[in-house]
């Protein structure tokens, strides 16, 4: 395998992790989900259970699977922040949270809705999921670098190398 290789290992970067899982911003980022977690499961459990049967059957089947594809969304994006916060507690280590099981997924391109019918409040849900998704994503990508492993240099050899091109010039 070549060592520029894409497929090569990659190599998680416990410090960013870490520092990330001890930071405001994870801090903001973990209410702000656990809240839409909270508010959504209220919707569809309330209102939304309560609009979903004044819906026209086909409606109702658009809302069945809107709803499925919402609370699989969330589920995924509060399992990664809860390995986030495990690695806080240190009940987890940086590199096993580096894990692929535990990684966040490419999100497929999102289409909207295909019945115009199904209520506004899911949409609304939709798309803040959506954009939460988005950027629990883009976290994960910075913190868990997806480069190839560096090889350790040795520091000896380097400068040896270093003087040897010195003198050729």
């Given amino acids: 395998m070549a060592s520029d290789d894409l497929t090569a290992p990659k190599s998680p ?29 209220s919707y569809l459990d309330g209102d939304g259970r309560r609009e979903s049967k004044l819906l026209s059957r086909s409606a109702a089947l658009a809302y069945a699977g809107e709803s499925m ?13 809860l390995v986030q916060r495990a690695v806080r507690e240190g009940d987890m280590t940086p590199e096993a949270a580096a894990d692929p099981r535990y990684r966040l997924a490419e999100r497929k ?6 019945n115009r019918d199904i209520p506004i409040a899911l949409v609304e849900y939709l798309v803040r999921a959506e954009k939460l998704y988005d950027r629990v994503l883009y976290l994960d990508r910075r913190m868990y670098l997806d480069a190839p492993v560096e090889p350790d240099v040795n520091p000896v050899l380097s400068q040896l190398g270093r003087l040897e091109a010195a003198f050729r010039s």
């Fill in 69 to 81: 594809k919402l609370t699989t969304r969330l589920m995924q994006v509060a399992s990664w922040l």
């Fill in 109 to 114: 391109a999102g289409a909207e809705p295909t």
């Fill in 13 to 41: 970067r416990p410090g960013e992790i870490l520092d990330f899982a001890r930071s405001e911003l994870f801090d903001r980022t973990f209410h702000e989900g656990m809240e839409l977690v909270e508010e959504t499961a």
